[in-house]
């Protein structure tokens, strides 16, 4: 089955530690986003790449890095410089400019 | 700049009930396209529909329908005969195509609650 997975699905992390997010997706798609979705808000773009080895900031890329050395996989490091990196974060793709974005299923950080 | 106003937080209807949630939006761009996205309690989002800015014409899949209106710069969602299933954050969101990429933005989303 084409889709996208995330993992891990819940993660915790320690204040000063920077952790990374998986994402990987089998379809092909050219374009993935990283997006942060907090409680009773909508999600926020953090980066996104259009092609392989490009990616460009999103609206609150501060804190965070990306790397797109694989077409399949867009992994995201939560770095120690995220102030508060506690959220839900979603992975998309999509296969041109104007079609919709399939989403993964999340993977929800917690900072203790 | 672009914006999605879903002014809804919550709504509660009971099965069958008919529910409309809605989405208004704003954009400087004459081309755009608007999205509706489900996120059930698991968390994925799941993508219900993409209409673009030159077509108004609305649009009906099951008991899913849509009302996509220029002059009130709004595009509503209708369950008709909602069912417990349809329990979800539902958001809207609006992409400009000016950008050289797609730019997704979303609204707070609205919390639909069908109970039995």
């Known amino acids: 089955d084409g889709g996208i997975t995330q993992s891990p699905k819940y993660l915790f992390r320690k204040e000063g530690q920077n952790v990374t997010l998986s994402c990987e997706q089998n379809l092909n798609h050219d374009a993935m986003y990283w997006y942060r979705q907090d409680p009773g808000q909508g999600l926020r773009l953090i980066y996104y790449?259009?092609?392989?080895?490009?990616?460009q900031k999103g609206d609150i890329a501060e804190g965070y890095s990306v790397s797109r050395e694989k077409k399949e996989s867009f992994p995201l490091t939560v770095t120690s410089a995220q102030k508060n990196p506690t959220a839900f974060y979603l992975c998309a793709s999509s296969e041109g400019l104007y079609n919709e974005q399939f989403f993964g299923p999340g993977t929800r950080l917690t900072v203790l | 700049a672009q914006k999605v106003t879903q002014a809804q937080t919550e709504i509660s209807v009971v099965e069958k009930e008919d529910v409309t949630l809605d989405c208004v939006y704003e954009?400087?761009?004459?081309?755009?396209?608007l999205f509706w996205y489900k996120q059930p309690p698991s968390g994925e989002l799941v993508f219900l529909i993409r209409?673009?800015?030159?077509?108004?014409q609305n649009e009906i899949s099951g008991r899913y329908s849509w009302n996509f209106q220029k002059s009130t710069s709004s595009f509503n969602f209708t369950i008709t005969a909602s069912q417990v299933v349809d329990s979800a954050v539902y958001f809207c969101a609006l992409s400009e195509v000016n950008t050289g990429f797609q730019k997704l933005v979303f609204g707070t989303g609205t919390r639909l609650l069908v109970s039995p």
């Open positions: 790449s259009q092609i392989v080895n490009d990616f």
């Open positions: 209409r673009n800015s030159f077509d108004e």
């Open positions: 954009t400087r761009d004459t081309t755009y396209y």
